[in-house]
């Protein structure tokens, strides 16, 4: 009985630590699907005469949203998965989001005009930022320089990117 309490008080004094990595285990699992966005979109820039992916967001469309951005990207490597932060996976308890009726992104992407490098002029506007503080640190966002902040470190470096 003793080492039964014992392994109980063991567990709840470590249940905090194991929670914290959990967290910062999901938080590094969405910044690698921007990532995963980012280096797709750039090869699809990349051969596609510097220009950006024109696809415009209807919220009362958010399906076919999410189904043209994966159109223009999938031939890149990224699958319905990167579209996905996994803290708003959990959140919405695990709907299957391969269904095409529940296709989402997770991840806005940026709106540029159809020039070229338009996309590439500013090197701190977001490719990719997450719909939703869902890690406590403010929206995460990709940069077109490739560099990942989260919307309180953009703050703090100056303001709101441009």
């Known amino acids: 009985m003793v080492v039964i309490v014992i392994i109980a008080i063991i567990s709840l004094l470590t249940y905090p630590a194991f929670q914290w990595y959990r967290v910062r285990a999901q ?8 990532k995963s966005l980012y280096v797709a979109t750039s090869t699809y820039v990349n051969a596609n005469g510097d220009r950006w ?10 399906a076919e949203y999410a189904d043209s951005w994966m159109e223009a990207l999938g031939q890149f490597g990224i699958s319905w998965g990167n579209f996905i932060c996994p803290v708003v996976q959990i959140g919405l308890k695990n709907p299957n989001y391969l269904e095409p009726s529940k296709h989402r992104t997770d991840y806005m992407g ?8 338009s996309c590439r002029k500013w090197p701190k506007q977001p490719w990719f930022v997450e719909r939703q503080d869902s890690h406590g640190s403010g929206n995460l966002m990709i940069l077109t ?5 989260d919307l ?9 990117p441009q």
């Open 145 to 149: 320089d490739g560099s990942l902040l």
């Open 53 to 62: 992916p024109q696809i415009m967001f209807n919220s009362e469309k958010e």
């Open 152 to 160: 309180n470190q953009a703050q703090e470096l100056g303001g709101q």
């Open 110 to 117: 940026g709106v540029f005009v159809d020039q070229p490098g």
């Open 27 to 34: 938080k590094i699992a969405c910044q690698q699907n921007l």
